[in-house]
């Protein structure tokens, strides 16, 4: 692992780093901030798992996370949202290809060899945390927002005794039933939709997953509402599940990091409230 | 005044607005983030004074001074850092010329016909703010960064029935003896050294001016500090004037946005604690 960058920030240190991923056959950049801790302590993670077109730096320069992270002793790591490279297949849409990887792992050619992002975040990624930053790998919590916010559920949901917390910022709730998800799910998965719920946290739920809570802001103002996030359709997926979701509509909240910086702090000690109880 | 862009942020609005300013001869953009208030209410200011290759764009991502503004119930207004555009005159490098106005009125050709900026930030910006803002223009505090840093310092000085807090981030204290202000100083003004002493924070103390009190923040780990920023001059100066210098040395922080966000609420509330006394 290469270090780009370290800067000293609130104490703790903002890293960023690249490596030559095997999930994704590339080079991948991603941040992680280890606030201020006593020799030895090992640290809860928190996974924080950004939208369409969005690298590590989005939320690295504008997501306020570092002040809440050392206060409350949080590591928090940002991976990027796709593979990336001449090497790699694009799109010119800015809603598939690089830069929107979806947080599967693709099965359709040219996207199977490179788009694997589901392996990357969940096998790969939390390994080389745990070798080299004092993270405690048996408190994790994930969030992210819109595409992330899809990718935090999904995974979440997915691994129910990995994460104690997980929460979301104007999340792609049901990605089969809406058009960003429709095009993604088909383009990276294929046209059987049994395949695609699996990532889709609102199938996951009616499939049976299960977790106690979750932790969902979403914007009142967020352009992208009604036609891609519809949080209605996770609200009533928990209610029949019995799952205790925490839905904060804030009204005139648009999409972007003005939004999410708002709410980072109490995202953040949410997850330091379960990960640390 | 066009409307760039406004985004809701910590319960209050981030405006981004661009107008032809008469000082300078371009359109200029800037930023004002107007906290939440009760209607009626007139706030205090706090001017916001960027460095070198800054726009307003850098703090208004990078600074986190939103959420202790809210707080505080402060209007930060962040202002570009020169004059822009195809027919304004510029430099290659980027310590001169567009960029880097370095807050003076420039007297040399061809720059004195657009590089306004000290008219355009202590005449023309404040009538613009007091008329379309909630603004309590008897209650201005002025900060900077770098360049900026400079600039909020000798305002500030030259102002200080206006400015009733002056406080910087690693600012350039001294131009008249380092590098950058001694490039930029003679570039703007001419080889006359005498003409420079207005725009140089110790030479105006040297020179007679007087605040109560300067707060500074300065990164150990700041790769400028030996050469560019020197803090122990404007140490040595407030020392003989009897001006209460509160100057912080950070150990292990650099030049950067990650300092100047680390230390950014502290200096707000220095601010609100004086424009509110």
Known sequence: ??????????????????HAA????????????????????????????SG?????ANVTEKGEYRRACAELGLIF??????????EVPDDDAYDFGQGA??????????FDRHFRMWSYV??????????????????QGIMGHSMGGHGALTIGLCH???????????PIVAPSQVPWGEKALSGYLGPDRAAWRRHDAVALIEDGARVDALKVDQGSGDAFLAEQLRPELLERACADAGIALSLGIRQGYDHSYYFISTFMADHLRWHAGRLNG
């Open 1 to 18: 692992m290469e270090t780009v960058s370290t800067n000293m920030a609130f104490g703790g240190v903002q890293h960023v780093c690249r």
């Open 77 to 86: 790591v940002a991976p990027d949202t796709s593979p990336r490279g001449t």
């Open 101 to 110: 990887g979806f947080y599967v792992d693709a099965t359709v050619a040219p």
């Open 122 to 139: 969940t096998e790969e990624l939390p390994e080389l945390v745990a070798a080299h930053f004092p993270a405690d790998m048996a408190r």
């Open 160 to 170: 129910p005794e990995r994460f104690r917390a997980i929460s979301a910022f104007a």
């Open 22 to 49: 095997r999930s994704t056959g590339t080079d991948m950049t991603l941040s992680v901030y280890v606030p201020p801790h006593a020799p030895g302590a090992r640290l809860p993670v928190v996974w924080y798992l």
């Open 52 to 56: 369409l077109t969005c690298t590590h």
